[in-house]
């Protein structure tokens, strides 16, 4: 069983590395792939240049040899559409190996306004992972999707290659990326919400901080 956590990564942060973690030894998956986004469908373009949000998952997963980064969105043209990465993903994995798309409840939120969300339960089971500040069921059209297709036992993932829901919780880490660039833009280190390998690169970089406080 495969995990895959697509994301913007701008940057990545422990919440991303111990929600995969985490998922990793509760669903006994035997990897987790991260996927980087390189055109949104849903939010604005990422500060972080592909280059740099590559280098920073790199310095990031450098330690687990069963996370991935797989860079198949990054070589795409048009919006990353998840279905689309999943296709690619079958192709590779065929047709009968269990992939689980990890997504926090945020994004579990907005899941029916993605490009044909319902194809994307044909090809894969979503694990949606609890998310301090945000109720993992936000309306009555996610609770009964998730009725149809919940999912109580995680050993009952493996069994089919997808279509199903799990609700998944976790340590919860508040923590986002949004929160690190807002804290560099105000001139703070985001030391221990982050790799130390990561921060470098973003302090390399001179990433996120404002103009007026770049060297
Ligand atoms: N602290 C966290 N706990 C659980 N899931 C998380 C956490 N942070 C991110 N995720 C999930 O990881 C995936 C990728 O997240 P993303 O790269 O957008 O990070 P983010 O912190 O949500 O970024 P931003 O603040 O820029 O929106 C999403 O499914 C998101 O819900
Ligand atoms: O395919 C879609 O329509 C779609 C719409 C919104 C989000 N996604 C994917 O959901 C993942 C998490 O997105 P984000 O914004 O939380 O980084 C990322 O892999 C996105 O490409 C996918």
């Known amino acids: 069983m495969i995990g895959l956590l697509g994301g913007t990564f701008d940057p990545v ?10 998922c990793l030894q509760m669903l006994d998956l035997a990897q987790v792939r991260f996927i980087p986004l390189r055109v949104p469908v849903h939010r604005p373009q990422p500060q972080a240049s592909i280059a740099q949000r590559v280098a920073m998952l790199a310095a990031a997963l450098a330690d687990e040899p069963r996370f991935v980064l797989d860079q ?9 559409y998840t279905l689309d990465t999943l296709r690619s993903l079958r192709d590779e994995f065929g ?9 926090g409840a945020d994004a579990y939120a907005g899941f029916l306004d993605w490009h044909r969300p319902l194809a994307i339960l044909e090809l894969a089971h979503l694990v949606v992972m609890h998310r301090p500040g945000h109720d993992p069921i936000a309306s009555p059209a996610l609770r009964q999707l998730y009725q149809e297709r919940a ?20 340590t919860p880490l508040d923590i986002s ?3 690190i660039r807002a804290l560099i ?22 990433l996120y901080a404002r103009p007026d406080r770049r060297g």
């Open 13 to 22: 942060h422990f919440g991303h590395l111990r929600a995969a973690l985490e």
């Open 72 to 80: 198949r969105e990054l070589h795409r043209d048009g919006p990353s």
């Open 95 to 103: 047709a009968s190996q269990p992939l689980c798309l990890l997504i």
């Open 151 to 170: 999912c109580t036992a995680p050993h009952q993932l493996a069994t089919q290659a997808g279509g199903r829901i799990l609700l998944q919780t976790l």
């Open 177 to 179: 990326s949004t929160r």
């Open 185 to 206: 833009a105000r001139g703070h280190r985001p030391r221990y919400l982050l790799p130390d390998a990561v921060l470098t690169r973003i302090e390399h970089d001179q």
